[in-house]
């Protein structure tokens, strides 16, 4: 299973907005709604943000919004902080027993 | 609070085994599936295995099929995973998570496995 397509890098400045984009196929993206994101900063364990390709677990801000079109995954992140900036991973179901992760996007606030 | 503390990593040289434990508090475990993400240095996440609530359903990443065991302890609220054959290419810090609504929810801080002569 190939891992799904994230662009590398993604920036904005504070309280402008950035929306990172997961790529895959009709075999995961396009035929689940169980994508998830990850925040992830450094050294530190990821933290599920998105699950189900548009709900936030308790605590999320409503700032991160997900959604998705065919076989696109999308993450916007409003109002940029600068807490914002960190790795960001998708992820999706691949069949009934099967996950992958996207490569990740690293989120910069300038 | 949901807290996960993983142990059993180290290094160890190819060929060899370790065994991976997750001891579990602030939930009731035996009601979440649960599973073990990994993440080699400087790169992404990728996922090992998980395992459902009374252990009879386990799945695996493709590269660790044959090699690795996830299995779990309800009683002791523990989550292992059991690496045999251990390759160059294992290296990395191996985060316990639970599974909830096809995502893993929450991680503990991983355990650094290093394979190498």
């Known amino acids: 299973q190939s891992a799904l397509t994230q662009p590398p890098s993604a920036s904005g400045s504070p309280g402008q907005s950035v929306t990172i984009s997961c790529t895959g196929t009709?075999?995961?993206?396009?035929?689940?709604?169980?994508v998830s994101w990850y925040q992830q900063h450094p050294g530190k364990a990821p933290k599920l943000i998105i699950y189900e390709v548009s709900k936030r677990p308790l605590g999320v801000p409503e700032r991160f919004t997900g959604s998705k079109s065919g076989n696109t995954a999308s993450l916007t992140v409003s109002g940029l902080q600068a807490e914002d900036e960190a790795d960001y991973f998708c992820s999706s179901n691949a069949g009934s027993d099967i996950l992958v992760f996207g490569i990740g996007t690293k989120v910069t606030v300038l | 609070e949901v807290q996960l503390v993983e142990s059993g990593g180290g290094s160890i040289q190819p060929g060899g085994s370790l065994r991976l434990s997750c001891a579990a508090s602030g939930f009731t475990f035996s009601t979440y599936w649960m599973g073990w993400v990994r993440q080699a240095p400087g790169k992404g996440l990728e996922w090992v295995a998980i395992i459902n609530q009374d252990g009879s359903e386990k799945y695996y990443e493709d590269s660790v099929k044959g090699r690795f065991i996830i299995s779990r302890d309800n009683a002791k609220n523990s989550l292992y995973l059991q690496m045999n054959s251990l390759r160059a290419g294992d290296t990395a810090v191996y985060f316990c998570a639970t599974f909830y609504y096809h995502a893993f929810d929450n991680w503990g801080q991983g355990t650094l496995v290093i394979v190498s002569s």
């Open positions: 009709s075999s995961d993206v396009g035929g689940y709604n169980y």
